[in-house]
Structure formats: structure tokens, C-alpha cells
């Protein structure tokens, strides 16, 4: 049996994933794949069911993943963060600097 690759598409839009992502760059997903913790991953909010997001998985919770943005700075400006379904998984950035390397940011204490 052969299985079918889901793949898609996905604008970033806003300063949420900076510095692993900036508003305007081309990704490359794939629908249905298992997340693990620090993926990237397309998510949909458990508390804004209309939204569909860019964040890093951050751990399984029952029923979804808690995912957060990696913008700190951005923390309690919108949804940047909660439980969530995860759709899809990062694969790369297509545009405009090709990359499939998205490691989490470290934050200065």
C-alpha cells in the first residue's frame, strides 16, 4: 500500500514566529503528519476555531498539542499560544530563503 502525501502550501502573516519565521514567507506542509515536540506545525486553536495558525508544537495534551509562538515579545497580543489541533507539519520555506531548519529560537533570561 502506498501512502498518499498530503501536501500544501501556507502565507506566514505577522511577527508571532520571529526569528525562525517572518510575515510574508512561502512554506511548504504536510497535512496529517504526526507532530513531535518543536515542530513547526499548522494548527487550528481549540478557542478560535476560525484561525488557522503558524506555531511550534510545544506537548501532546489530550485531544491536540499545546503549541506557542516563538516571538515572546508578541505574548498576549492575539492567540499566540494554547491547546490546539495540529493539521500539518512544517516541511521547509520555499520563499524567500529556503530552509528546512527550524530550530527553537533561545531566549535570553
Not at 510575515?23 to 506542509?29: A, I, K
Not at 509562538?69 to 495540529?86: F, K, L, P, Y
Request: aromatic share 6%; glycine share 10%; hydrophobic share 45%.
Amino acid at each position: 500500500m502506498i501512502a498518499t502525501l498530503r501536501l500544501g502550501t501556507v502565507l506566514v502573516e505577522g511577527p508571532s514566529m520571529l526569528p525562525t519565521l517572518r510575515s510574508g514567507d512561502c512554506l511548504l506542509v504536510r497535512y496529517g503528519a504526526p507532530a513531535r515536540p518543536g515542530d513547526v506545525v499548522v494548527a487550528r486553536p481549540w478557542t478560535r476555531p476560525e484561525l488557522l495558525v503558524v506555531k511550534r508544537a510545544v506537548e501532546p495534551v489530550p485531544g491536540g498539542w499545546l503549541v506557542e509562538a516563538d516571538n515572546a515579545a508578541v505574548r498576549g497580543q492575539g492567540w499566540t499560544g494554547g491547546e490546539a489541533d495540529v493539521l500539518a507539519r512544517v516541511l521547509l520555506r520555499y520563499w524567500p530563503r529556503p530552509t528546512t531548519r527550524f530550530a527553537r529560537p533561545r531566549h535570553e533570561a
